[in-house]
C-alpha cells in the first residue's frame, strides 16, 4: 500500500480515550457522533494493523531466506513468502472496501413516503401493491412497520401513504427505492386487454431526533381539525387532525390516522423533522440535493428509476440497466437481489472516485 493509516489509528485511539472520560456524556450529539465514526474506525484498524504486521512478517521471512543456511528453515520461510504475498493483496482489497466513507444515514430508521403518479386508479392500486412489498421485505428483515399517514381512493388504491420502518441498518435497506417505479400491465378494469403505464412516486428519508434537527416553535403553524374519512361518531366530534407547516421552508405535514391530537402531533413532527433534515442536507451537498429532487419528480411516466413489465415478468432497474425476472415473487417482498445488485454498484462506483482521487 502507498498510503499511511496511522492518522485513523490516532484517531481511534483519540475517540477512546474521550468516551472513557465522563465528560463526553453531556453532549449526547457529540457523543452519538463518536459512537457512530468509532464502529466506522475499528475493523479498518484492525485490518490495517494485520496488514503491518504481515508486511513485517514478510520482511523477516525474506531475511530468514537470504540468511538462513538450514535448507529446512529455507523450506519454511519460503511458504511463509508464498502465503503472505498472497494474503497481502486481499488485506489490501479489503482495506479498501472498508475505507469507502459510510453513509451517515445508512442505521437509521425510515420515513417511507409513496404516492399514486400518472395513472388514475391503476396507479393508486400499484402504490398500494408497492407499499405492501416493502411492509413483507421489512418484515423478512425483522424490522417494524408503522403507518403514519394514509390516504386511498375510491379504487382502495392509494393517493398517498407514509410510513416509518424501524431497525438498526433500516435506511440503508432501503435508500435506493427512492425515485419513480413504472408500471406496465393491464389493469383490471381494462376490458380490452390493453397495457397501461402507470406511475409511483417513492421517497425515503431518515428519520432523525432532536438532536440531530431542532424545530422551533416559532417556525411552526400548527392547526386542529375534525379528521375526514371514516370514523364513526368520533370524527365528528374530536379535533384530532393535525396540520404543521414549517415556515422557512414552506413543507407541510397533514397526520390524522390516530384519535389522539396528541399522537397525531407527534407523527407530523417526525415526518416534518425528517423532511427538514433531508433538505438541509441537500443544501450542503448539490449533488445530494439533485438526487433527492430525482426521487421525487413529477411522477410523469418519462422519469423513472425502475420498470414493472408484467406481461413480460421483468422488474429492470434503469440505474445500473439490470433484469429481474420472475415478479409476483419480488412484489411479495423479495427485493434483495435488487437491493444487492444497487449496492454492489454504489461500492463500485465510490471504490473508482477513491481511485481518481
Not at 257 to 277: F, G, H, M, P, T
Request: net charge negative; charged share 30%.
Amino acid at each position: 500500500m502507498i498510503f499511511s493509516l496511522d492518522p485513523l489509528v490516532q484517531e481511534l485511539q483519540s475517540i477512546e480515550q474521550l468516551l472513557e472520560s465522563g465528560d463526553i456524556y453531556n453532549d449526547q450529539k457529540r457523543m452519538k457522533e463518536l459512537m457512530i465514526r468509532k464502529k466506522y474506525l475499528d475493523p479498518i484498524v484492525k485490518m490495517y494493523q494485520e496488514h503491518e504486521k504481515s508486511l513485517s512478517d514478510l520482511e523477516e521471512a525474506k531475511k530468514m531466506l537470504w540468511q538462513e543456511s538450514d535448507e529446512e528453515l529455507r523450506e519454511m520461510a519460503k511458504g511463509e513468502i508464498i502465503n503472505l504475498e498472497n494474503t497481502i493483496p486481499v488485506l489490501e482489497e479489503k482495506l479498501k472496501i472498508a475505507l469507502i466513507p459510510p453513509d451517515p444515514n445508512d442505521e437509521k430508521n425510515v420515513i417511507l413516503e409513496i404516492r399514486a403518479g400518472a395513472g388514475g386508479d391503476e396507479a393508486g392500486l400499484f402504490g398500494a401493491e408497492l407499499a405492501e412489498c416493502y411492509r413483507l421485505f421489512a418484515t423478512r428483515h425483522k424490522f417494524q412497520i408503522e403507518t403514519m399517514s394514509e390516504s386511498r381512493n375510491d379504487a382502495d388504491g392509494i393517493k398517498e401513504i407514509i410510513m416509518k420502518i424501524s431497525g438498526e441498518g433500516a435506511y440503508s435497506k432501503f435508500k435506493f427505492e427512492g425515485g419513480t417505479h413504472r408500471v406496465q400491465r393491464i389493469p383490471a378494469t381494462e376490458n380490452k386487454w390493453r397495457v397501461h403505464t402507470s406511475t409511483v412516486t417513492v421517497a425515503v428519508l431518515p428519520e432523525v431526533d432532536e438532536l440531530d434537527v431542532q424545530l422551533r416553535d416559532e417556525d411552526l403553524e400548527v392547526t386542529v381539525c375534525r379528521a375526514g374519512g371514516a370514523g364513526g361518531q368520533h370524527v365528528n366530534k374530536t379535533e384530532s387532525a393535525v396540520r404543521m407547516v414549517h415556515t422557512p421552508t414552506g413543507m407541510v405535514v397533514e397526520c390524522q390516522d390516530e384519535r389522539s391530537q396528541l399522537k397525531n402531533r407527534e407523527k407530523a413532527l417526525s415526518i416534518l423533522r425528517s423532511r427538514v433534515y433531508a433538505f438541509e442536507e441537500a443544501k450542503r451537498n448539490k449533488a445530494l440535493w439533485e438526487a433527492r429532487l430525482a426521487q421525487v419528480g413529477t411522477g410523469d411516466r418519462s422519469e423513472k428509476i425502475r420498470t414493472y413489465n408484467f406481461p413480460q415478468d421483468r422488474i429492470t432497474d434503469h440505474r445500473i440497466g439490470e433484469n429481474f425476472s420472475n415478479l409476483p415473487y419480488i412484489m411479495m417482498g423479495n427485493i434483495d437481489d435488487i437491493v444487492m445488485a444497487l449496492g454492489a454498484y454504489e461500492q463500485t462506483e465510490k471504490l473508482s472516485q477513491i481511485a481518481q482521487a
